[in-house]
């Protein structure tokens, strides 16, 4: 025999209950057609909320002054390249080459930074640096150290020595070369007076009158 089987029987204690939808059951597709029929505004999607501490007036006027900036500073680009083309086309009428153009605006850079309130603060800073130095007590102490140095040098029985023989040599030097023109002075008076150098003497003076006697001969 087979035993009759009872069915299983299991109580909830909590209710389940759907959610209630919060559009009615007879109106279907309510949500995307009320989606899709309002209209989107792509700007003010895009333009975000204006900044803390300005109203939309305000920020609406700051973004056309923007707008205007902007193109006047295209405006400007574009005056600022034809009048480039132009000054290039002066220069080239004139024969200015772009090495002169450089050495023009290095000149003027150089002016520049000469008179610029950097240059002349650094001036200015530099020589009350110089001044601090030559003033300061150890700048003081060592140019005195260097002053002892060379009073003490110059007072040396070895730079003494140094100094003296040194004039001696020129000395010696500028008697030697008297001596040499004493001897060629005399060398030379020594061949005047040769009986040879007399003799060729007369020679040249026969020859002179031989050139005279002829040329008044031949008039």
Sequence with gaps: MFMEETPLEVSLPLSVKPLASPFPSDCPG?????MTDVPVDSAA???TSAPEGLT???EEELRS??????EEIGTLRQVLAAKERHCGELKRKLGLTPLDGLKQNLSKSWHDVQVSSAYVKTSEKLGE???KVTQSDLYLSASSTLEDWNEKLTQSEAYKKTQETLSQ???KTSAALSNVGSVISRKLGDMRNSATFKSFEDRVG???TSIRANGLSDM
Excluded: H, M
């Design 30 to 34: 309510l949500l995307s057609d009320a």
């Design 169 to 171: 040599a020129g000395q």
């Design 129 to 131: 640096w110089n001044d």
């Design 65 to 70: 002054e923007l707008a205007k900036v902007e």
């Design 206 to 208: 026969t020859i002179k």
């Design 45 to 47: 999607a895009a333009r």
């Design 56 to 58: 939309l007036a305000e």
